[in-house]
């Protein structure tokens, strides 16, 4: 192997002799802390370190979820240090979050690391001593802007307070991003196989890109680089756990088409732009509003599969319809949709909630995990008729006939007769 970092100190301080050390191996120079999933403090559990800087290595993967193939590029590029260590000063969240009691409960969180948040405080000796212990999770204030909320102003259907909802339409929020870390004997258990099943498929399926889920069975804990969550949160965080105030909720699945350039095939947009209102209403009146962003583009079945779809829906014979919809995804995927929702509750559950009130989502998919994982869902909120796009009465009216929560069940007449735009249109 030829060296492609001559100057460059830090990588030549990790490469002596170009030696390539194996993952599946472990390191020497210091003993790994095991990590207890579940335990009730963070000492108890343990820190979750991915550095491949020292024998501390406790986990399989690396930081940063789907980040982590740009920062080796950067590393590379030579634009990086290896051995680069993040200065925590300052970094703490603005707000506290937890510990809940489901912190402790295996059953309840298997997805992120619950203490991800408090790395500086809860690991602050360690982080002395120069360990290499990195927050996956990160809390911090802002102000959103959504065009949509000045109209909901101009309708009468929201009133700017001053407090959470500002005349311009902007919105005062907690906002948290939420890296993926998984105990793989609590996700193997989440889906009813064995946890070998699970380490073979996401080695073999991957390319055999993490060794490690096959050669190190003592490593339980995987940072997978999938994308990970970003929450927003509306109002006194302390309503979250209050069983005297209202939590309302939108679990949204990441649709960059719609959410960001306001594509009109499908209701994502809309159902968020709902969602963020139903939220704001509901801390205006005392209690709370979340909205959970799950980086899951496409059904998690990628945006080139999508627009597959899209060509597949819009050039059958009889043009787009909701009678062919999931039929089209399945052609092209091999499966209607891969977002498993099942480890979707997690985060509800890192904030502490038992209860949401209103509940803005006409998934089956959403809603059944949620009150398996023992959360009580009191209403469900479907999207307004005057919200839905033209073009997406294709995607809603199918899935209205496939069992997701409405109060208007289309009939088999009704569902042929809904045809989408052409391409060509």
Same mark, same amino acid.
């Given at each position: 192997? #030829?060296?492609?970092?001559?100057?460059?100190?830090?990588?030549?301080? @990790?490469?002596?002799?170009?030696?390539?050390?194996?993952?599946?191996?472990?390191?020497?120079?210091?003993?790994?802390?095991?990590?207890?999933?579940?335990?009730?403090?963070?000492?108890?559990?343990?820190?979750?370190?991915?550095?491949?800087?020292?024998?501390?290595? &406790? !986990?399989?993967?690396?930081?940063?979820?789907?980040?982590?193939?740009?920062?080796?590029?950067?590393?590379?590029?030579?634009?990086?240090?290896?051995?680069?260590?993040?200065?925590?000063? &300052?970094?703490?969240?603005?707000?506290?979050?937890?510990?809940?009691?489901?912190?402790?409960?295996?059953?309840?969180?298997?997805?992120?690391?619950?203490?991800?948040?408090?790395?500086?405080?809860?690991?602050?000796?360690?982080?002395?001593?120069?360990?290499?212990?990195?927050? @996956?999770?990160?809390? +911090?204030?802002?102000?959103?802007?959504?065009?949509?909320?000045?109209?909901?102003?101009?309708?009468?259907? *929201?009133?700017?307070?001053?407090?959470? *909802?500002?005349?311009?339409?902007?919105?005062? #929020?907690?906002?948290?991003?939420?890296?993926?870390?998984?105990?793989?004997?609590?996700?193997?258990?989440?889906?009813?196989?064995?946890?070998?099943?699970?380490?073979?498929? *996401?080695?073999?399926? +991957?390319?055999?890109?993490?060794?490690?889920?096959?050669?190190?069975?003592?490593?339980?804990?995987?940072?997978?680089?999938?994308?990970?969550?970003?929450?927003?949160?509306?109002?006194?965080?302390?309503?979250?756990?209050?069983?005297?105030?209202?939590?309302?909720?939108?679990?949204?699945?990441?649709? &960059?088409?719609?959410?960001?350039?306001?594509?009109?095939?499908? +209701?994502?947009?809309?159902?968020?732009?709902?969602?963020?209102?139903?939220?704001?209403? +509901?801390?205006?009146?005392?209690?709370?509003?979340?909205?959970?962003?799950?980086?899951?583009?496409?059904?998690?079945?990628?945006?080139?599969?999508?627009?597959? !779809?899209?060509?597949?829906?819009?050039?059958?014979?009889?043009?787009?319809?909701?009678?062919?919809?999931?039929?089209?995804?399945?052609?092209?995927?091999?499966?209607?949709?891969?977002?498993?929702?099942?480890?979707?509750?997690?985060?509800?559950?890192?904030?502490?909630?038992?209860?949401?009130?209103?509940?803005?989502?006409?998934?089956?998919?959403?809603?059944?995990?949620?009150?398996?994982?023992?959360?009580?869902?009191?209403?469900?909120?479907?999207?307004?008729?005057?919200?839905?796009?033209?073009?997406?009465?294709?995607?809603?009216?199918?899935?209205?006939?496939?069992?997701?929560? @409405?109060?208007?069940?289309?009939?088999?007449?009704?569902?042929?007769?809904?045809?989408?735009?052409?391409?060509?249109?």
């Amino acid at each position: 192997m #030829v060296c492609c970092f001559r100057g460059f100190r830090g990588a030549l301080a @990790t490469m002596k002799n170009n030696h390539i050390m194996l993952t599946s191996h472990p390191r020497a120079g210091g003993k790994a802390p095991p990590v207890h999933w579940g335990a009730p403090t963070a000492a108890e559990r343990g820190p979750v370190i991915a550095s491949l800087r020292s024998g501390r290595r &406790n !986990v399989i993967g690396a930081h940063a979820g789907s980040y982590a193939v740009y920062r080796a590029l950067a590393i590379a590029a030579g634009k990086l240090d290896p051995i680069h260590v993040p200065d925590l000063t &300052n970094t703490a969240p603005v707000e506290p979050i937890g510990p809940h009691p489901q912190w402790s409960d295996v059953s309840k969180i298997v997805s992120l690391d619950p203490w991800g948040h408090l790395v500086s405080e809860a690991f602050a000796d360690r982080l002395a001593e120069g360990w290499d212990i990195r927050p @996956t999770i990160a809390v +911090t204030r802002a102000h959103i802007s959504m065009p949509e909320l000045q109209t909901s102003i101009a309708a009468g259907r *929201l009133k700017p307070d001053g407090k959470i *909802l500002n005349s311009n339409g902007s919105v005062r #929020v907690t906002k948290a991003a939420i890296e993926p870390v998984w105990f793989l004997p609590g996700i193997a258990k989440r889906f009813g196989i064995a946890e070998s099943a699970l380490r073979r498929a *996401l080695f073999e399926h +991957t390319g055999g890109m993490f060794p490690e889920l096959v050669t190190r069975p003592d490593l339980a804990v995987f940072l997978p680089p999938i994308g990970g969550i970003t929450i927003y949160l509306f109002g006194d965080l302390a309503a979250l756990t209050d069983p005297a105030r209202k939590v309302a909720c939108r679990v949204h699945d990441e649709c &960059n088409g719609s959410d960001v350039f306001s594509s009109d095939i499908c +209701t994502c947009r809309p159902y968020l732009v709902h969602g963020v209102e139903l939220c704001v209403a +509901t801390a205006q009146e005392g209690g709370a509003g979340l909205v959970v962003y799950n980086r899951k583009e496409g059904r998690a079945l990628g945006e080139v599969v999508k627009f597959l !779809v899209y060509n597949a829906r819009k050039r059958q014979d009889g043009g787009d319809r909701a009678e062919t919809y999931f039929a089209r995804t399945e052609c092209v995927a091999g499966v209607q949709d891969m977002r498993f929702q099942e480890l979707m509750p997690d985060v509800l559950h890192w904030l502490g909630i038992t209860r949401i009130d209103r509940f803005a989502s006409m998934s089956d998919m959403k809603f059944k995990p949620i009150v398996d994982s023992g959360i009580e869902v009191v209403e469900r909120v479907e999207i307004p008729a005057d919200l839905i796009p033209a073009d997406a009465h294709v995607e809603l009216d199918a899935k209205r006939a496939a069992g997701y929560y @409405t109060r208007q069940v289309p009939t088999v007449e009704e569902l042929t007769n809904v045809k989408g735009r052409r391409l060509e249109d």
